[in-house]
């Protein structure tokens, strides 16, 4: 199964990065690279998916966004995540994907950077979240779309194609 990733700048993503080392280490959680899930589920051939991905890229420009609020669910890969906002870019490039993979998800997109994988007690959460405050409510740029295979857990997780938008 294949994930397209918006990629944010370099200086957002070491931020980003610091803070999900940091917690990782802190609570034997995975490490992961920060992104925006575009579209999530994608079960072409490797081959198609590349060169649907390319298509994607070459329509797109860098998609903006900020980071608005954490946000928590009991749900491994969104223990703790950052609400993005649903900037026009950001949903008409959804929009694009979902046409070009032929694809719509039941769920509705929720524009997100998670920043901490794995089951943490609420409290825990809750105190994470208190010492972070707004410290990361920043706007950035996104301009690489990964495609990434996602199967398994992430330290199985290989990248397959990167592309500047």
Request: charged letters at 25%.
């Amino acid at each position: 199964m294949y994930t397209l990733w918006l990629m944010p700048d370099e200086a957002a993503y070491q931020k980003l990065s610091r803070l999900i080392v940091d917690l990782s280490t802190t609570h034997d959680t995975p490490t992961f690279e920060p992104h925006v899930t575009l579209l999530s589920g994608i079960i072409d051939k490797e081959t198609i998916a590349i060169q649907k991905a390319e298509e994607l890229a070459n329509s797109l420009i860098p998609v903006s966004a900020t980071l608005t609020r954490i946000e928590f669910l009991e749900v491994y890969y969104r223990c703790l995540f950052f609400c993005t906002n649903q900037s026009e870019d950001l949903m008409e490039a959804r929009t694009l994907a979902e046409e070009i993979f032929e694809h719509t998800q039941i769920n509705p997109f929720i524009p997100h950077v998670s920043f901490l994988y794995g089951s943490l007690p609420i409290f825990q959460k809750e105190a994470i979240i208190g010492a972070l405050g707004d410290s990361f409510f920043m706007d950035f740029r996104m301009p690489k779309l990964r495609l990434v295979e996602t199967r398994r857990t992430p330290e199985h997780w290989r990248l397959m194609a990167e592309f500047d938008l």
